[in-house]
């Protein structure tokens, strides 16, 4: 009989260590981040606001330049294919394109990936 009730007990024990039902309210780190991404939106709505209304005005500006924007992206064509910007002592500024040979070159050479330190 004693081993019986011992057998008993200890089979009840994992059930008293079971976790009661948690509470479905928000807990203290939820309710921060909620409050502190509320005072961030309503310390943004004035900029953004503002934001809106400027692109409002410049769309119709934007629209009227899409031809000779898309005339200059065929112009241009990579970006790849040009040498860094140059600055003349006389205030020019030069963006010279890489010769074919150049740029057979870059394609020959092996790119290593960047290292990443840890």
Do not use: C
């Amino acid at each position: 009989m004693r081993y019986f009730i011992l057998a008993l007990t200890l089979a009840a024990t994992p059930l008293a260590a079971q976790d009661a039902p948690k509470d479905e309210g928000p807990s203290l780190m939820e309710q921060g981040a909620r409050l502190f991404l509320r005072g961030l939106m309503s310390e943004m709505e004035p900029a953004l606001t503002d934001m809106q209304g400027a692109l409002e005005e410049i769309g119709p500006k934007l629209a009227e330049l899409k031809p000779q924007i898309d005339q200059l992206i065929a112009m241009v064509d990579d970006v790849r294919n040009y040498h860094m910007p140059e600055k003349l002592p006389n205030g020019d500024i030069l963006i010279r394109r890489k010769t074919p040979e150049e740029l057979e070159k870059e394609k020959a050479a092996p790119v290593a990936p960047p290292e990443i330190e840890l």
